[in-house]
């Protein structure tokens, strides 16, 4: 039975260590992007947009998905979103986060 202890803080100070390591969440990333509003993938979100100013994450997300891809937008959220022109093409402005799951420490972890 005195395996079992040892096993739990061999496992507490490796996830500890692992915690410690990832430095955090990565920032949130600004970007602005042109894309072709007739796009079949981004027109019925670039109307509703259009009309409602507050209705735009969809189509940040399709934005985004085309590209970085669909993978990468799965984990992703955009706390600001909105439609501007770039040379008189409609783009996306949005501030981007990924995100970032947190967890508590096990019970006897020590930080080190």
Known sequence: MKRLPSLYALLSALVASSTIACGGCPPAQEETIAFDAQAESLA???ARCEQDA???EDLCRGVYKLMYGADNAEYVYFSECELVDVDDMPAVHYLVSQQCI????PHGAALS
């Open 44 to 46: 019925a979100s670039f």
């Open 54 to 56: 507050s209705d735009c």
């Open 102 to 105: 947190g967890g508590r420490r």
